[in-house]
């Protein structure tokens, strides 16, 4: 079993930063893509950055230029760096990985709330 541990989430004003973080814990075996995903209320949830064990990202093109993924493969850990944050940014954001062995986890989600 893994457990994945988000942080960083909170209430930031338009034009503002923050950084989410997620750890991974628990049975690891080596892990393969780190993601994370949002959901607003009342929309699906969706990709916002995705990153590889060899470091290939992608990113959601409503993010693009203004986030930025990175991983910690010893510390098993992915960050999401917000930058230039809207309203449109309000969700819950979920960690999810993928290990090699093709399960796939979910973090618990952590808020992002963008309102002046």
């Known amino acids: 079993q893994v457990q994945l541990v988000e942080s960083g989430g909170g209430l930031v004003q338009p034009g503002g930063s923050l950084r989410l973080s997620c750890a991974a814990s628990?049975?690891?075996?080596?892990?393969?893509?780190m993601g994370w995903y949002r959901q607003a209320p009342g929309k699906p949830r969706e990709l916002v950055a995705r990153i590889t064990r060899g470091g290939t990202t992608n990113y959601a093109d409503s993010v693009t230029g203004r986030f930025t993924i990175s991983r910690d493969n010893a510390k098993n850990t992915v960050y999401l760096q917000m930058n230039s944050l809207k309203p449109e940014d309000t969700a819950v954001y979920y960690c999810n990985v993928d290990l090699v062995t093709g399960h796939n986890y979910w973090g618990q989600g952590t808020q992002v709330t963008v309102s002046s």
């Open positions: 628990g049975s690891i075996v080596p892990i393969n893509a």
